[in-house]
């Protein structure tokens, strides 16, 4: 479970990976490092301009310690 100012970030329009970042008090340096890719595709990532292919999203999720189908594809 997690805190409700998690899941009130995500309903209000925060991306899950951006949110879960937050949560877990990591940098997009830290994650991008801990998901073998870079804090610039991070970034992409979490404004929506990018989506993360199936094995970087199963890194991501490791990396934040969640299952993958809670960061989604990123679709919106």
């Given at each position: 479970t997690f805190p409700d100012a998690v899941v009130r970030a995500i309903l209000e329009g925060t991306r899950p990976i951006k949110a879960l970042r937050e949560h877990r008090g990591?940098?997009?340096v830290e994650l991008a490092r801990a998901s073998g890719t870079s804090s610039v595709y991070i970034s992409q990532i979490e404004r929506g301009k990018r989506r993360p292919g199936r094995r970087l999203l199963a890194k991501l999720a490791?990396?934040?310690d969640v299952a993958s189908d809670l960061l989604g594809r990123e679709d919106d």
């Amino acid at each position: 479970t997690f805190p409700d100012a998690v899941v009130r970030a995500i309903l209000e329009g925060t991306r899950p990976i951006k949110a879960l970042r937050e949560h877990r008090g990591m940098t997009q340096v830290e994650l991008a490092r801990a998901s073998g890719t870079s804090s610039v595709y991070i970034s992409q990532i979490e404004r929506g301009k990018r989506r993360p292919g199936r094995r970087l999203l199963a890194k991501l999720a490791q990396a934040l310690d969640v299952a993958s189908d809670l960061l989604g594809r990123e679709d919106d």
